[in-house]
């Protein structure tokens, strides 16, 4: 259905924000703080119930004018009506979603707990509301009638299939039960959700100091500190969070600790405790299951992907078997070259996922000469968030300006967007280190999302980046891995997207799931091209930029341990798919599905977990990839096909070819997915980028005629 978005909701309402009967509440009165950020030094948890139940009255109320007017039903009267409703509800949601995941605590916890269910009967109620559908049908039927430009056309479409998608077509009986259902999904999902942040704070191994072997200073200042943290002075802590888990698995001399660490790592949500997620998991597929057969379609994943550019199951698993194949026998050969060190180690012992990402380093040292060690001094923080405000500007003129504004913790910066004209963009927030109230991973969101008000004048963003980067230590700042630095310039790539955001109407802002990793994917590409490092990777203390040498066993070592990477990957997307694509429930063995998709079936080697197992895949679960963990892959075939238009202008910064791209990214869902990339680029994507990309094919030889690849089997084309 719609989702929530922000707009001008002041003007919805009568009350102030103080008056004898109210506490003073952030949400019930415009925002006087700069650029419209939110107030976060006023917002307080026991806000957030008040402001949603006002906001949904608000909301009933203007659902209610639209149901009562007698007048014939137009596109005015009801799609734009409907498109403009629900302003306050949008915003509430919006910061208390983003603040429940960067910034949860326990009374947020219990909040959402009372929230989601009521936020949920609340849109359910107006999805299968019988007489505003018959509204909305009404304008539909009759749409030929009212010479609606492209971007109307497409509002009401998108309006009445979302309504369609919600259950407005089902009896009464079955909108009874999809409404029961999608209350406790709710709820499964938060429940799920704090299981997996409780358990990615609790696992501690503290460590003395002749625990360390082999370890890297950096990692070492970064345990001694959290050990203090802990009041463990003298000790040295791991835990599961990547900037710590990563250092250990890939240096440590001592096997049994990364057996340990990894193993509790993998073992998240299935250790038969409070915060066990197995039977959640097996909630997740009964419920979605159903939901799927109320709606009219065999599975949930092919609920999802009708609504996305991949169409079908058969369409997704197709490009996944095709990537997978080659991806496990690249794997096996890596695997080959690490078990000859790793015998030399243990004679008698047998490789194991915990010895991946050391023995992955030992050969990397030993065929390229190359370690993090080397690298990570020349990817300070500052330096790479540097690096991308390079790249914002050279391919689209845009600036930033760092501001003083409320945030909602000190960790957190904010800079103003300026665009080429100066004119103000927008506001990003940067959140960078892990603690224990931000769930894992890293995302990029809004606060508040383009919109026009009713006046026609932009509502500018404001979007965060949202990470779990290494933290600085008392003898360096924050120096990021190369994948951190990759997830930097990814993170960025969203954030463009929304900042580039000029969508007329709200209902037009989201794009198909399986597009939205485009923007983000394809910024990966510049972050270790000769002339970005030139630009931004700079030694913390020398200020010498990255040397030559160093540039280039990077790119040699470019494919290194793609097997794993990719292996990992479509494993993760393949179980995802194929949980999701139960057309018959049966109460589940998590874990014994998972090996029988993966390790019988599909040949999975033990040495190697799939990205996420079922009871920690939060994109799948209580995020939004359910049936989508695909999104990545599909949207790489996108993102790699992209950047060769860059290659083919001759100038990686061509500012002509950026602005294409830049109106790409600017019309949100205003076109499907694959009419806004052909408009791009010209023609359909092709896959020959990225299959060269991952190391699974040899880059053909150009046509003596054009400098482009030739075409592979294209992606379906978009869906009627």
Not at 19 to 24: I, S
Not at 58 to 66: C, F, G, R, S, T
Not at 77 to 82: E, T
Not at 359 to 383: C, G, H, I, Q, V
Request: with cysteine; charged share 25%; proline share 5%.
């Amino acid at each position: 259905m719609k989702r929530i978005l922000l707009s001008a909701f002041i003007l919805l309402m009568s009350a102030s924000c103080r008056t004898p009967q109210t506490p003073e509440n952030p949400f019930f009165c415009a925002w006087e703080t700069p650029y419209g950020v939110p107030p976060f030094d006023k917002i307080e948890p026991e806000h957030f119930m008040p402001a949603f139940e006002r906001a949904m009255s608000l909301h009933d109320a203007e659902i209610d004018a639209i149901v009562s007017n007698h007048d014939e039903p137009t596109f005015e009267n009801v799609v734009l009506a409907y498109d403009r409703s629900g302003r306050m509800l949008e915003q509430v949601g919006l910061v208390f979603g983003m603040l429940c995941e960067a910034e949860s605590n326990e009374r947020l916890r219990a909040l959402q707990e009372e929230a989601m269910p009521l936020l949920t009967a609340h849109s359910d109620k107006i999805g299968m509301n019988e007489a505003l559908f018959a509204k909305v049908k009404a304008v539909y039927d009759r749409r030929s009638e009212f010479g609606l430009g492209a971007d109307e056309t497409r509002l009401l479409e998108e309006t009445y299939r979302g309504f369609v998608r919600s259950g407005a077509l089902l009896d009464a009986e079955r909108k009874a039960r999809l409404k029961a259902i999608n209350e406790e999904l709710a709820l499964v999902s938060v429940k799920f959700g704090a299981n997996l942040l409780a358990e990615n704070n609790k696992f501690v191994l503290e460590l003395a100091s002749d625990d360390l072997d082999g370890l890297p200073n950096n990692a070492r200042e970064l345990a001694r500190d959290k050990a203090q943290e802990l009041g463990r002075n003298g000790k040295y802590v791991f835990t599961l969070h990547k900037p710590s888990l990563i250092p250990l698995l890939t240096y440590s001399k001592r096997r049994d600790l990364r057996e340990k660490a990894y193993k509790a790592y993998l073992n998240r949500g299935n250790n038969g405790d409070e915060y066990d997620n197995k039977q959640l998991v097996d909630d997740f597929v009964r419920l979605r299951t159903e939901k799927a057969h109320l709606l009219g379609y065999p599975s949930y994943a092919a609920y999802v992907t009708d609504g996305e550019m991949a169409g079908t199951p058969a369409a997704v698993y197709a490009l996944l078997d095709e990537i997978w194949t080659p991806a496990l026998k690249k794997a096996k050969e890596e695997l080959a070259e690490m078990e000859a060190l790793f015998k030399a180690d243990y004679p008698e012992g047998t490789f194991a996922s915990w010895d991946w990402w050391y023995y992955a380093e030992k050969l990397r040292k030993k065929n390229y000469s190359l370690d993090e060690e080397m690298l990570t001094p020349y990817f300070s923080l500052e330096n790479v968030q540097t690096g991308v405000f390079f790249l914002a500007n050279r391919l689209y003129g845009i600036t930033f300006r760092p501001i003083a504004v409320p945030v909602y913790h000190p960790d957190v910066t904010a800079y103003q967007v300026l665009d080429a004209d100066e004119s103000h963009l927008g506001v990003i927030y940067f959140d960078y280190f892990p603690r224990e109230g931000k769930s894992q991973g890293a995302w990029c969101g809004n606060y508040v999302e383009q919109s026009y008000d009713d006046q026609g004048n932009r509502i500018a963003p404001v979007v965060s980046i949202v990470a779990n980067f290494t933290r600085p230590t008392r003898n360096a700042p924050a120096l990021l891995t190369m994948d951190e630095a990759e997830t930097l310039f990814h993170e960025f790539g969203h954030a463009l997207h929304f900042l580039f955001h000029d969508v007329k109407y709200r209902g037009l802002t989201e794009v198909e799931g399986d597009f939205v990793e485009l923007p983000s994917q394809v910024m990966e590409n510049w972050a270790f091209e000769p002339e970005m490092l030139r630009q931004y990777a700079v030694h913390y203390r020398s200020d010498e930029v990255i040397p030559q040498h160093l540039v280039e066993k990077m790119r040699r070592s470019a494919l290194f341990n793609q097997g794993f990477q990719t292996t990992e990957l479509i494993a993760a997307s393949l179980s995802d798919m194929d949980i999701h694509s139960i057309e018959e429930y049966e109460p589940l063995d998590v874990v014994a599905f998972e090996r029988r998709a993966l390790n019988e079936k599909r040949g999975l080697i033990p040495q190697i977990e799939p990205r996420y197992r079922y009871p920690y895949f939060s994109h799948i679960f209580d995020g939004g990839y359910s049936a989508g963990y695909y999104f990545y892959t599909w949207a790489e075939v996108l993102d790699k096909d992209a950047f060769e238009a860059f290659r083919e202008s001759g100038d990686l910064f061509d500012k002509k070819t950026a602005a294409r791209f830049r109106r790409l990214l600017s019309r949100g869902g205003s076109e499907d997915g694959m009419t806004l990339y052909r408009t791009f680029r010209g023609k359909d994507p092709d896959k020959t980028a990225m299959l060269v990309a991952r190391g699974l094919m040899e880059r053909p030889a150009p046509a003596a005629d054009s400098l482009a690849a030739a075409p592979i089997e294209e992606l379906p084309a978009p869906k009627e």
